[in-house]
């Protein structure tokens, strides 16, 4: 392991805790059904909770539902959709019209699986033979994006879904519930970009999980690097 220390030295201070789910708090794996917590999370993120002057979240481009499935630890408060479904909020009604023209125009090469959230729609493309993918990958570009919806491209997929949500806003909606905590956000694709951003801006502290570019200001390698810093900031301050 190799944390930075200003990193480690955190736990010093009332921390809100933002992690992102896939490749942060579980490994990347090839069907997004299989993709278990990384060993140790579910029990550093109660140690942190636990630890009383910590705050923590998830927020996933998964459903609520599936990513508190996974983690199974009750008192984390768990945001879905990108930022769309909060625990507190009834969703709106799903634009199923938009899904519609979407759905009618993606590409159907072998190994392209659709994941269907009802109010969003991803589309993978890792069991896409490696050839063919970019071309995959340009057929994707090319499906009609409906006025009001937008298309972000993560690790092996694309997302549809309607505009206006977004980690970054996640985050500052999150940072201004617990004002008496320094957000920290962890996260390892291009949509938790947006809430690196975001949080600098507002003097957040952003730690980007694996390699690629990235506006976060801290880099850990692994989600085993980021189970092994959650533990840190469980233990009691000045111990
Ligand atoms: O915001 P996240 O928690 O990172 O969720 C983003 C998407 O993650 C999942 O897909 C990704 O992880 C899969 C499992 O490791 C992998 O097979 C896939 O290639 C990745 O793109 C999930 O399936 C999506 O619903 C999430 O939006």
């Known amino acids: 392991m190799n944390i930075a220390d200003p990193l480690l030295n955190l736990r010093e201070r009332p921390l809100l ?14 069907r997004p059904e299989d993709a278990v917590p990384e060993p140790g999370a579910p029990e550093a993120l109660k140690a942190l ?16 539902a599936e990513a508190a499935a996974f983690l199974n630890v009750p008192e984390l408060m768990v945001v879905g959709l990108h930022g769309m479904e909060w625990p507190d909020q009834e969703l709106h009604p799903p634009d199923t019209a938009a899904l519609q023209i979407i759905k009618a125009a993606l590409p159907d090469a072998p190994g392209v699986r ?10 993978h493309y890792r069991e896409v033979p490696e050839p063919d993918q970019p071309a995959v990958e340009t057929a994707l570009s090319s499906v009609p994006v409906p006025p009001g919806w ?26 201004a519930q617990f004002p008496g905590h320094l957000p920290v956000f962890l996260g390892d694709d291009v949509t938790d970009e947006e809430a690196f951003a975001a949080l600098r801006e507002r003097g957040g502290v952003t730690v980007k ?6 506006a976060a200001e ?3 390698a692994s989600p085993a690097e980021v189970v092994a810093l959650l ?3 469980a233990e009691p301050p000045g111990g």
């Open 49 to 64: 909770l636990a630890a009383g002057h910590h705050r923590a979240a998830v927020v996933t481009g998964r459903r609520v």
């Open 17 to 30: 805790v933002i992690c992102d789910y896939d490749g942060t708090l579980a490994p990347i794996v090839t």
């Open 114 to 123: 659709h994941e269907e959230k009802g109010w969003t729609l991803a589309v």
């Open 231 to 233: 533990r840190v900031w």
């Open 218 to 220: 801290y880099r850990v």
């Open 150 to 175: 937008e298309v972000i491209a993560g690790k092996k997929v694309r997302e549809f879904r309607p505009s206006g949500h977004g980690k970054g806003r996640a985050a500052l909606r999150l940072a």
């Open 209 to 214: 999980v694996g390699e690629g570019q990235t």
